[in-house]
């Protein structure tokens, strides 16, 4: 296991700019937690959500000169990449060929009956809508990131927010989501 | 409903879809980013070039071949029948699990197809590793079985060694693994019992990939179509 502490990353980043592969495995190893959950919540599927975090990594360090800014901004730039790779996989229809569903054992089951409204509002609403629901209020993205995520303004990614949080529950107000 | 309890209801949700990512997905990414053929640079733009004038130069030499040869024709059409709409094949539509060496049939709808994608995946009673073309299907696809895991690199000719106890050799003619593919060149699964996918070679219109297997190389393999994919399927020791 590799760390780097704050400090050192701006110079790991500088390393994997150069073209070290290592430096920037190092960058993004804290990410690809919050990248695998992305994509399961987007894909519903584990073994595709894996699959996709892989090829958003490869596609990152290829892109890694783009990055706009500084270290801060790698953790939305490389969620967008994760986020596009999602929907690339989801536009692609032979990879039903392979998704093996992850079926819920009876344990799961008697959890999700605590929260199955939820679960069930959640399952309803389209990729695009869970997006900033993941971002914002699990992977506690602020709005900002969240807009740089989703490439769109401050305001509107705040609106998407809401309007996807109103889907989940209708009686939600504007003061109760933020 | 507050704040803090919508967020804590939606995290609870979140928890139950996505579970925790596998142990080995740091080392399959890391894995896959010392594989990755750095791109980068101020070359790129010449590279690209260099495809599209190979490509172009290729397409051309292929047309001019098959208007002087009409009488070349297809193929045999492979074993399983696959839906069109790309559904999930029934076991039961399978061919059976073999362990030795032997060929798939294939379409040649193109002179040469061209690798697009290389996944894997595990399915408790085999690994799947499936190979999709993009241009068609290639001419003939072997699956030649070894015991260990010794290939050699082609045109290089330099021996390397995969991961696992027996392989399998994928001989795939009249395909590429360089115009349309951009991924890993060397995949460590991290699985049972594929635990290694690797190019050794990609030259002239034939692409060899060493499969590095932990048990026997049983294994059962077939063509489905739309798109253009080779399954093949390792069984489980």
Known sequence: MFVVTMEQRPQVLTSAAAGDADSFAILIEPLLDPAYRLAAVMLADRSSAEDAVQEASIKAWRKLRQLRGDVTSLRSWFLSIVANECRMTRRQRWWSVLKLADLPSAESAAQQSATSDLHRALLKLRPEDRLPLVLHFYLDLSLDEVARTLHVSPAAAKSRIYRAAKRLRSDLTLEEVF | ?237
């Open chain 2, 1 to 237: 409903v507050s704040n803090d309890q919508f967020k804590r209801e939606l995290g609870q949700v979140f928890d139950e879809m996505t579970g925790s990512h596998s142990a080995a997905l740091p080392d399959r990414v890391r894995s896959s980013l010392a594989n990755v053929p750095d791109q980068r640079g101020p070359f790129w733009i010449a590279g690209i070039a260099a495809v599209a004038i190979a490509v172009l130069v290729v397409g051309i030499l292929m047309e001019s071949i098959n208007r002087q040869q009409p009488s070349i024709g297809p193929g045999v059409v492979p074993s399983p029948t696959a839906s069109p709409s790309g559904s999930p094949t029934p076991n039961s539509s399978l061919p059976p699990f073999v362990c030795a060496s032997s060929g798939v049939g294939a379409t040649p709808a193109a002179p040469v197809a061209f690798v697009s994608a290389v996944r894997t995946g595990t399915h408790g009673a085999y690994d799947r590793l499936t190979v999709e073309f993009k241009n068609g299907q290639p001419t003939t696809i072997e699956l030649r079985t070894q015991s260990g895991t010794g290939f050699t690199t082609s045109p290089k000719g330099d021996q390397v060694t995969l991961a696992g106890r027996n392989g399998i050799l994928v001989v795939i003619h009249g395909a590429d693994l360089h115009t349309s593919y951009t991924g890993s060149t060397d995949i460590k699964t991290g699985y049972a019992t594929l635990v290694e996918v690797r190019q050794v070679e990609d030259f002239e219109g034939v692409v060899q990939l060493a499969l590095g297997l932990t048990g026997a190389p049983c294994y059962r393999a077939f063509m489905l179509t739309n798109p253009d994919r080779l399954v093949i399927d390792i069984q489980a020791g």
